[in-house]
């Protein structure tokens, strides 16, 4: 099974208010949307670009994982989301070949999408997430 695109990038970021402003001035884009994500301890704000979005993320908690992510890294790319059909059978193919999942099943995540992601210890350092869109069109 193969990707379909790009379905966004994930960027970690302090404050949430000041970088929708600062993506707003540069690409003179308009955010459509802000979402919180207990699950996750986030806050995301989109962006849409044809097929792709950019996803900023905001800690919502000190301990949360792209607070520790800025901690450890500062702020910039956090994530790649890859678009997917079918994320279950991608995952099971991923588990098949050997692949260090952080979600072996897809669980909810924002803008109405099935998520898992892939740990970085399999990736070369790149956190990688697979994305089913849940939409109906
Ligand atoms: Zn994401």
């Not at 991608?90 to 072996?104: S, Y």
């Not at 999408?113 to 697979?130: K, Q």
Request: hydrophobic share 40%; proline share 4%; aromatic share 6%.
């Amino acid at each position: 099974m193969v990707p379909t695109h790009i379905e966004h990038i994930g960027i970690a970021v302090k404050d949430l208010k000041s970088a929708i402003d600062m993506y707003e001035k540069i690409l003179g884009l308009k955010c459509y949307k802000i979402e919180e994500v207990p699950d996750q301890k986030v806050r995301t704000a989109f962006f849409r670009l044809g097929q792709t979005k950019i996803e900023l993320l905001e800690s919502t908690e000190n301990d949360g994982p792209v607070a520790r992510f800025i901690e450890k890294k500062g702020e910039g790319i956090h994530h790649l989301a890859f678009a997917v059909d079918n994320i279950k059978m991608h995952l099971e193919e991923a588990k098949e070949r050997g692949i260090r999942l952080i979600d072996e099943q897809p669980r909810k995540g924002a803008d109405c999408l099935d998520i898992a992601f892939i740990h970085p210890h399999s990736t070369g350092g790149v956190l990688i997430e697979l994305c089913e869109d849940k939409n109906v069109r």
